[in-house]
């Protein structure tokens, strides 16, 4: 068994002045345009005014960030910072620690795939406003590189210090908290039942999965509540912790296609795979998940997820070789043959009408 997590998480906004002043004198802000109007990014420059701390803004982070947009940063803004903050949700946190390596190496977006290729990134700073990835505290980061949504992780990516203010994700509106929080309860439930978990995922994932299954449901009813936001952000940084130890499985990687080519949000998609996933794992930690959820398509359904998408056989192979060719389908119990995970989006279509109102 092993447990290694060198980031510093940091509740509010208590003691942070010397804790950041100690990350370095020049910080580039990677954001959206959402940290605005929930309060984060002008807390942030207050902060960083007061401490004398030159900075500049990128605020145009895109979802499922493209090799591209990467590129364009740092031809923009150069190299030359000691901190790279990401500020908002997953995309922006994922950018940020593909910028933070290429401030301090001489490589290429693609290089980052190769782990041989870099020992070195500049401080990274992440602040969550939304309740789901879990990139606070985890060494992975997912990137669009050729139209396909690919991971790269690496030790040198944990952010130093994660912020975690609740307030910040009160103004996130129903769908988005709905997509989310399923991806921090995908997480959860992806490691409980990864071939990778061992008694320290479990401590983190069992513990998320309980909070989401309880809190998500109420909190779709009542946005507003700082209590229900709180429990949710604390949810999804233990799932961040459990994955940062055992990696996601085979729902992620089904899911992904669904992200790219028919723009599905991430957290959906990957969700509605769960059961199938679960059915086909039938271990002793998918019984303990189903004693905690229930069922989990009911689960999905009391939160109003709707999908619908067309597709055809082609396609759906093509679906099917990049998920074969996955480094999930290693770590998920079950065989998941080619003509399992072929079974899986035929599955889905077919459950696509459950998930329709």
Same mark, same amino acid.
């Given at each position: 068994?092993? !447990? ?53 803004? !990128? ?48 490589? *290429? ?25 879990? *990139? ?7 990137? &669009?590189?050729?139209?396909? #949504? ?26 988005? &908290? ?6 921090? !309860? ?61 990696? &996601? ?9 669904? &992200? ?18 679960? #059915? ?74 459950? !998930?329709?109102?």
């Amino acid at each position: 068994m092993a !447990f290694y997590l060198p980031t510093k998480i940091m509740y509010e906004n208590e003691i942070l002045k010397n804790e950041i002043d100690k990350l370095g004198k020049r910080f580039l802000i990677i954001t959206g345009k959402s940290s605005k109007r929930n309060g984060s990014l002008e807390d942030l420059i207050n902060l960083l005014e007061s401490l004398d701390k030159e900075y500049e803004i !990128f605020d145009e982070s895109k979802e499922n960030p493209p090799k591209e947009l990467i590129e364009n940063i740092t031809q923009k803004y150069g190299k030359n910072w000691d901190v790279v903050v990401g500020l908002g949700g997953g995309s922006p946190m994922d950018t940020a620690k593909a910028v933070a390596v290429l401030c301090k190496n001489n490589i *290429s977006v693609e290089d980052l795939y190769d782990q041989s290729k870099y020992d070195t990134a500049a401080n990274i700073l992440c602040i969550p406003t939304t309740a789901g990835t879990g *990139s606070e505290v985890t060494q992975y980061s997912v990137l &669009t590189i050729n139209g396909r #949504k690919r991971g790269f992780k690496h030790e040198k990516i944990f952010p130093k210090i994660a912020i975690l203010n609740p307030k910040y994700t009160i103004s996130l509106p129903k769908d988005l &908290t709905i997509s989310t929080g399923l991806d921090a !309860f995908s997480h959860a439930v992806e490691s409980a039942l990864s071939l990778r978990s061992n008694e320290f995922s479990e401590i983190f994932a069992f513990k998320a999965i309980k909070i989401i299954k309880n809190t998500l449901p109420k909190l779709v009813n009542d946005l507003e509540n700082y209590e229900y936001r709180k429990e949710m952000l604390l949810a999804s940084t233990y799932a961040g912790i459990a994955i940062s130890i055992t990696g &996601t499985t085979i729902a992620h990687s089904l899911g992904y296609s669904l &992200t790219t080519d028919k723009n599905l949000r991430h957290g959906i998609a990957t969700a509605v795979f769960l059961p199938f996933e679960m #059915k086909i794992a039938g271990t002793k930690k998918s019984k303990i998940i189903h004693e905690l959820v229930g069922d989990i398509e009911d689960f999905i359904k009391t939160l109003g997820v709707e999908i619908y998408f067309e597709t055809n056989e082609s396609e759906i192979e093509k679906w099917v070789n990049a998920v074969s060719n996955s480094s999930h389908v290693k770590v998920t119990p079950g065989n998941f043959n080619k003509e399992k995970i072929k079974e899986a989006y035929y599955w889905l279509i077919e459950k696509s009408k459950f !998930f329709r109102r």
